[in-house]
């Protein structure tokens, strides 16, 4: 997307330092069904210039895409296959 991230033990290690930019969509497959990585990925696709896609494996909490919703955010969440959401941010 566009940021610079920045850790200890070439950087997989906390604490993280992150740099924003211009951040630009994406789309992204999770490998699984991970609430907390839909959850990032979408707040970071708000600030993006562009669209961003995120397609689950399978059905996970949508505490972010409801949050979002009453915050008056626009997500787009369908089913091109069963049980295998897509969000647009």
């Known amino acids: 997307m566009g940021a610079q991230i920045m850790g200890r033990n070439e950087n997989t290690l906390a604490p993280l330092v992150f740099r924003g930019g211009n951040l630009r969509g994406i789309e992204y497959d999770l490998p699984m069904a991970s609430?907390?990585?839909?959850?990032?990925?979408?707040l970071a696709g708000l600030f993006a210039s562009s669209e961003t896609v995120i397609h689950q494996p399978a059905l996970s909490r949508d505490h972010t895409e409801r949050m979002l919703s009453a915050m008056g955010g626009k997500v787009k969440k369908r089913r091109p296959k069963p049980n295998r959401p897509t969000h647009k941010i």
């Open 35 to 42: 609430a907390q990585v839909k959850s990032a990925i979408m």
